[in-house]
């Protein structure tokens, strides 16, 4: 019996050895999670009346216990690193096709564009339209077009803020009107072909004109100060806007801007947004047709200043990165400073993390033990945050591993001294004369 124990404790503390040995050796794995080793005692069966009391025969090795505790954040600064701060694992697909999950964010595009882990498995998520909707209910392979370009976008609106000083003097009727009575400012719109056409606008004070109320409508407030937006220095036919009418988009050359007593905008209103034509250079685009926003503009007693003037149009562009930002958006940036969001990372958690086997390459793989799989997206539920150009380091404690490794010896060792005890009293019973 003697033998049996020492030889049980043996096998005990060879495996935790082994368990002890395998985390010190991940100790530096990103996204390496430590084990331990739960033992049991091993009891010889009762007599057949139920009286005796069992003998003990030894230990062994219950149960090995991952540990899902969390590991540090290590700031990489590479744009494809990710780390998970709190619940959940990355979902992927390993080459063989299997389903798997790790806590590993080193990620990286091979040759064809998928983003795919160190060990070459897909990383999954969902794909994104133009408005930034998966396009799936079901989480797929991720690919970035790494060899297209992005086509030119033409000008649709264009924003501008800015205060018109409300001391200006009102410009004397002339045609055309002179750069000596305007205030002007420019912005560069794209056609469809992507190049560049140059917009001017001049801003001409005016005599004031009350508004002119719809039929049947309450009289709107009167406007105290007028100005007329031209494109050219040369138009002569102003367009007018009043707050009750319903004006109809046409081209400009002008655009009366009418301001209450207070400085602010009457119009044209944001909710009748004027609509501007610009002529191309290229005969073979079409005018760009773009709405103006203008709803902020503003006539206060200060210097004419320009606080914002953009516009949404691009050249094309070439691929220059991909990142993932902190919501798990697979995200590309282009040489012309435009970005689209490609894709959407998602996230799998289990009700029994301790029952995922692990496997080579940093990963698990669900079991009737685990569960099965619950998706969602980063912070939401249990799911953690993302931490963007960072990975997850190791959980593995070395300094606690190292003393835990001290004791497993020992214990090592004591079974051995319990065997040979054992052997030196059979060698005395052996020499018995």
Known sequence: ??????????????????????????????????????FAALVSSAGSGGTEVGQGIGVAVAAVS?????????????????????????????????AAYTRDGQFKLDREGNLVTNQGANVLGYTLDTLGQPTSVTPGKLVVPTGAPIAAGQTGAITL????????????????????????????????????????????????TAATPAAG????????????????????SPLSYDPGTTPTPT???????????????????????PKLTIPTPDSIAP?????????????????????????DGYTAGDLTGVSIDQTGVLETKYSNGQTKRLAQLTLADFRNPQGL?????GAWVETFASGQPIQGLP???????????????SNVDLTAELVAMMTAQRSYQANVQTIKTQDQALQALVNLR
């Open 1 to 38: 019996m003697g033998f049996q124990t020492g030889l049980a404790g043996l096998n005990a503390a060879t495996k935790n050895l082994d368990i002890i040995g395998n985390n010190i050796a991940n100790a530096n794995t990103v996204g390496a999670k430590s084990s331990r080793a739960e």
């Open 66 to 98: 991952q540990q899902f505790t969390q590991g540090s954040i290590n700031i990489t600064g590479n744009s494809l690193d990710v780390a998970i701060n709190g619940g959940g694992f990355f979902q992927i697909t390993t080459s063989d096709g299997k």
């Open 161 to 208: 803020e800015m205060n018109l000083d409300a001391r200006a003097a009102v410009a004397a009727a002339a045609t055309p009107v002179t750069p000596r009575t305007t205030y002007g400012t420019s912005v560069t719109a794209f056609d469809s072909q992507g190049l560049e056409v140059p917009l001017n606008l001049y801003f001409v004070r005016v005599a004031s």
């Open 217 to 236: 409508a309450t009289p709107a407030v009167a406007a105290s100060d007028n100005w007329e937006v031209y494109n050219s220095l040369t138009a002569t």
């Open 251 to 273: 081209p400009l050359p002008t655009l009366t801007l009418k301001f209450d007593a207070s400085g602010k905008l009457l119009s044209p209103s944001s909710a009748t947004l």
């Open 287 to 311: 005018d760009i047709v773009a709405t103006l926003d203008i709803s902020k503009l503003t006539q206060y007693a200060s210097s004419f200043a320009v606080n914002r003037l953009t516009q």
């Open 357 to 361: 086997t692990p496997i080579s390459g």
């Open 379 to 393: 912070t939401q539920g249990k799911f953690g945050e993302l931490r963007a150009g960072a990975v997850e380091d």
